[in-house]
């Protein structure tokens, strides 16, 4: 038996994958979703989507769809700078009883061959909120010389 093998533990993670070439995907506690530039390609860049819930699966399935005028689809807005699209998908949140109490990232999301994009709500982390500085505020600063 080799040191590495009775001393050593293998990670088995491997390298992060760049950002621009892995589908990301978010859920707020709002209800509104993000999706980045990579999956709304792998999508076909839609303008709408339909949004289903699969309770079974507790999993939410995005459907690019042509339809951007049917009282049932979500428009994708661009978010500035764009880095990809959101959805407020508050609606169909409150009706399913998606309420997560932070945002949340999809840890593996997939898409199909017609674009559909698979988020499963029992795979998820949360994000942690980002820092805040301390705007406008006056700091003092002592010293003891």
Do not use: W
Request: contains cysteine; hydrophobic residues 40%; charged residues 20%.
């Amino acid at each position: 038996m080799d040191i590495l093998d009775r001393q050593c533990e293998k990670f088995l993670g491997g390298p992060t994958v760049p950002y621009a070439e892995r589908i990301h995907a978010t859920i707020n506690r709002n209800g509104t979703m993000f999706i980045n530039r990579k999956a709304h390609a792998l999508m076909g860049a839609p303008q709408a989507v339909y949004l289903y819930f699969n309770r079974e699966k507790d999993m939410i399935i995005v459907e690019p769809t042509l339809a951007t005028t049917s009282p049932a689809a979500f428009t994708l807005r661009e978010t500035p700078p764009i880095t990809g699209r959101y959805i407020r998908a508050n609606p169909f949140c409150k009706h399913f009883g998606i309420r997560p109490d932070t945002t949340l990232r999809f840890l593996a999301p997939t898409t199909d061959a017609i674009g559909r994009l698979y988020l499963k709500l029992s795979e998820t982390v949360a994000v942690p909120a980002p820092a805040t500085a301390s705007r406008g505020k006056m700091v003092e600063c002592s010293s003891s010389i």
